[in-house]
């Protein structure tokens, strides 16, 4: 078993962990992966929080099972302004019968829920990538071989809690 062990433990030839461009190439993904969820998500959110979209009240008509755990649920959106309904996919998360507020997207494909559920629930994505990001200034720190990474423990610590608090939040909101 120690042998399986050594071979993890081994020094590299070339010297302990990448090199400068290894460091560069390892940041930028690093800061892709924590980005990339924020920049997906904005659709949602600026729905969510009624800056695009047509607002209106979505009510869940039916949920089919797909099986394994997973729902397709059709929808049908009715605008504020009035007008007939238009039947939209609604979350695979919603049950029958269930009306909340919503606004429908600008292709008329989808509704996303408004309000501070429908704001948390858009916000999932983005809390992960805050999370993701939170301890990106102590790898950094460490590369460089600053002295006082204390600091970037503490707020990779506070910046971590803080996007997870808000993932369970967003989830608990669906």
Same mark, same amino acid.
């Given at each position: 078993?120690?042998?399986?062990?050594?071979?993890?433990?081994?020094?590299?030839?070339?010297?302990?962990?990448?090199?400068?461009?290894?460091?560069?190439?390892?940041?930028?993904?690093?800061?892709?992966?924590?980005?990339?969820?924020?920049?997906?998500?904005?659709?949602?959110?600026?729905?969510?929080?009624?800056?695009?979209?047509?607002?209106?009240?979505?009510?869940?008509?039916?949920?089919?099972?797909?099986?394994?755990?997973?729902?397709?649920?059709?929808?049908?959106?009715?605008?504020?302004?009035?007008?007939?309904?238009?039947?939209?996919?609604?979350?695979?998360?919603?049950?029958?019968?269930?009306?909340?507020?919503?606004?429908?997207?600008?292709?008329?494909?989808? #509704? @996303?829920?408004? !309000?501070?559920?429908?704001?948390? +629930?858009? /916000?999932? *994505?983005?809390?992960? $990538?805050? %999370?993701?990001?939170?301890?990106?200034?102590?790898?950094?720190?460490?590369?460089?071989?600053?002295?006082?990474?204390?600091? #970037? @423990?503490?707020? !990779?610590?506070?910046?971590?809690? +803080?996007? /997870?608090? *808000?993932?369970?939040? $967003?989830? %608990?909101?669906?």
């Amino acid at each position: 078993m120690t042998e399986i062990l050594d071979a993890f433990n081994t020094p590299s030839p070339r010297g302990p962990g990448p090199g400068p461009a290894g460091k560069v190439i390892l940041v930028l993904l690093w800061l892709t992966m924590s980005a990339a969820p924020l920049y997906f998500s904005l659709g949602d959110l600026d729905l969510a929080l009624g800056r695009t979209g047509t607002p209106g009240t979505l009510t869940v008509d039916a949920c089919t099972a797909l099986g394994e755990g997973r729902y397709d649920c059709r929808a049908t959106f009715r605008p504020d302004s009035g007008g007939d309904g238009i039947g939209v996919a609604a979350s695979p998360d919603a049950e029958a019968g269930q009306v909340y507020p919503a606004a429908l997207a600008p292709g008329g494909e989808r #509704a @996303v829920r408004t !309000g501070r559920d429908g704001v948390l +629930a858009a /916000l999932i *994505l983005p809390a992960t $990538g805050l %999370a993701c990001s939170g301890f990106l200034p102590y790898a950094i720190g460490y590369w460089r071989g600053w002295r006082r990474r204390r600091i #970037a @423990v503490v707020f !990779g610590v506070v910046v971590t809690a +803080a996007g /997870l608090t *808000l993932v369970v939040m $967003g989830f %608990a909101a669906l």
